[in-house]
């Protein structure tokens, strides 16, 4: 049986990119068909009725004609646009931060529906602007988990012995801690402290209202920042434009 002409989805805007004088390719993220592409006609007009319905990390419910090589977006309705979110440039920044790692880290129309709802809860927690630091770092560590790229956390990477409460090293290159006998194998491991370690732990077995509920000190923040965000660019082989853009956005306000 032929697949139907028309199909909807759910779908969260990740990416947008001009296409002559008024036509975008967008790119979706969703929970049943993964990443999938589209192309939004005449949506650079002012008058166009898409547009409001398709600007980056909103949430709307999507209609869609296949094509041969591209599908073209024929409806779209907002679930929620994320206004808040949008209207705060720090929060905006962290938002787009987390759609680029969906993208990057996601091949096209591979359902990963706890992924989707990660994502979703996750824009939704930054628009509350409680605890943005905590919402981003526990995204991370869910959706490295969620693509294959869980960190071992309980035992040493290399001898394998359950790790002891001591300032321990994170290795990218080795995909978790080494105790401090094997630290020396990964030269470009780094100290990782007692307290960050329990962080990473509670983060990765907890649900989000057990996590949410911490209050973290700026240097325990910001090693961990540094931890995961170093694991993310070793995994990627590059920079994460985003966050570069964040990190001079932050400083920029110190």
């Not at 919402?135 to 790229?149: D, K, N, P, S």
């Amino acid at each position: 049986m032929p697949e139907a002409r028309n199909y909807e989805t759910k779908a969260v805007v990740i990416k947008k990119i001009k296409l002559g004088e008024a036509d975008r390719i967008i790119t979706f993220y969703t929970p049943d068909l993964g990443k999938i592409e589209g192309v939004a006609k005449g949506v650079r007009r002012p008058r166009s009725k898409l547009a409001g319905h398709l600007e980056l990390l909103t949430y709307t419910d999507i209609r869609m004609a296949r094509g041969r090589h591209l599908d073209t977006v024929i409806g779209s309705q907002a679930i929620d646009s994320f206004m808040t979110l949008k209207n705060d440039i720090r929060l905006a920044a962290q938002g787009l931060y987390t759609a680029e790692l969906v993208n990057q880290f996601t091949s096209d129309q591979i359902a990963n529906p706890r992924l989707f709802d990660l994502f979703v809860e996750t824009l939704s927690r930054l628009q509350a602007a409680n605890n943005s630091e905590i919402t981003l770092r526990y995204f991370e560590l869910h959706l490295l988990e969620m693509v294959g790229f869980r960190p071992q956390l309980q035992q040493c990477v290399a001898c394998r012995v359950e790790l002891k409460p001591v300032v321990n090293a994170f290795s990218s290159s080795a995909g978790g801690i080494l105790c401090p006998e094997c630290e020396n194998t990964q030269p470009a491991a780094f100290p990782l402290s007692v307290d960050a370690l329990k962080v990473l732990r509670l983060f990765q077995k907890s649900e989000y209202a057990t996590a949410g509920r911490l209050k973290l000190g700026p240097e325990l923040s910001q090693e961990l920042k540094e931890a995961l965000g170093n694991f993310i660019r070793y995994l990627l082989e590059r920079e994460v434009k985003s966050a570069t853009w964040l990190d001079n956005f932050s400083q920029q306000l110190i």
